[in-house]
């Protein structure tokens, strides 16, 4: 069973670069048969998808964030990884690293990390 | 972006009870709708995948149903363990939208 783990600063000043990294254990991350998404959540409040990654490189980013967003894959180290620049108070939130299954249908994401609180804050 | 819609953002029922949350969406998704259940601190958990399919291991009182713009989420009978944040996800198009969320309260 893949299992995933967000790592990362918990603190991140205005202006600068978020970066997160989610390892994944219990499966490859090459195998294709799944897209590596982020996802993040603000204190009480909804769930916003920020994007994912294929084993290609491929990525697919929510237009909301696409502007500062990157988000990258080492096949090497069975990793994936965020960078939002320009970080804003806006940007705080507990981020989360999912899977989806590749499907040519309905897809979801499980399972999900545990999650990491990052605050943007001086 | 496809829009999703919940209701009600929250709702105060007795153990044993049937509930019943709704999600909308604003244009046809099909059956390409996902629910998830929150718990304080936790990370969300897939209960219900492609509109009516129970995730392994979640217990058979959760159900989904609907396809096309409304759906929903029925616990037959709440158990104490019930009580957190049920979430709608769209995964039709991209970006994936999430619902607001319904809170789940005991009464």
């Known amino acids: 069973q893949v299992q995933l783990q967000e790592s990362g600063p918990g603190l991140v000043k205005p202006s600068q670069t978020l970066s997160l990294t989610c390892t994944v254990s219990g499966g490859s991350i090459s195998s294709g048969s799944y897209y590596w998404s982020w996802i993040r959540q603000p204190a009480g409040k909804g769930l916003e998808w920020i994007g994912h990654i294929y084993s290609s490189g491929s990525t697919n980013y929510n237009p909301s964030l696409k502007s500062r967003v990157t988000i990258s894959i080492d096949t090497s180290k069975n990793q994936f990884s965020l960078k939002l620049s320009a970080a804003t108070a806006a940007d705080t939130a507990v981020y989360y690293c999912a899977t989806e299954p590749r499907t040519f249908g309905p897809n979801w994401f499980d399972p999900w990390g545990q999650g990491t609180l990052v605050t943007v804050s001086s | 972006d496809i829009q999703m819609t919940q209701s009600p953002s929250s709702l105060s029922a007795s153990v044993g009870d049937r509930v019943t949350i709704t999600c909308r969406a604003s244009?046809?998704?099909?059956?390409?709708l996902n629910w998830y259940q929150q718990k304080p601190g936790k990370a969300p958990k897939l209960l219900i995948y492609s509109a009516s399919s129970l995730q392994s291991g979640v217990p058979s009182r959760f159900s989904g149903s609907g396809s096309g713009t409304d759906f929903t989420l029925t616990i037959s009978s709440l158990q104490p363990e019930d009580f957190a944040t049920y979430y709608c996800?769209?995964?039709?198009?991209?970006?994936?939208?999430f619902g607001q969320g319904t809170k789940l309260e005991i009464k």
């Open positions: 996800q769209q995964s039709y198009s991209t970006p994936y939208i």
């Open positions: 244009q046809s998704i099909s059956s390409y």
